[in-house]
């Protein structure tokens, strides 16, 4: 059965960094590149940011220069190293594979506050 399962969140002051795992059981993690999302009270999920197989990546503008994203296929898992984090960038992250879509999973909150 696929599964996804986010990991990592927590309450960081702004500038603060945080690093969000996403395991993924299943054989979909090897075909797919993979992105991460996330949504805000009131707001529409958003993409944030891909990776391919190979670890080519991309990102919105808004987390350029302050996200990375990467990925280890031997441990079916896909990272987000967020930097400099954001008031705005708060929200309850997900990842998902991006050919082949599963239910989303529970995802990892992310609060910035002072």
């Known amino acids: 059965q696929e599964q996804l399962v986010e990991s990592g969140g927590g309450l960081v002051p702004p500038g603060g960094s945080l690093r969000l795992s996403c395991v993924a059981s299943?054989?979909?993690?090897?075909?797919?590149?993979m992105g991460w999302y996330r949504q805000a009270p009131g707001k529409q999920r958003e993409f944030v940011a891909g990776i391919t197989r190979s670890g080519t990546t991309n990102y919105i503008g808004s987390v350029k220069g302050r996200f990375t994203v990467s990925r280890d296929n031997a441990k079916n898992t896909v990272y987000l190293q967020m930097n400099s984090l954001k008031p705005e960038d708060a929200a309850v992250y997900y990842c998902?594979?991006?050919?082949?879509?599963?239910?989303w999973g529970q995802g990892t909150q992310v609060t910035v506050s002072s």
């Open positions: 998902q594979y991006m050919y082949n879509p599963v239910s």
């Open positions: 299943g054989r979909l993690f090897s075909i797919n590149p």
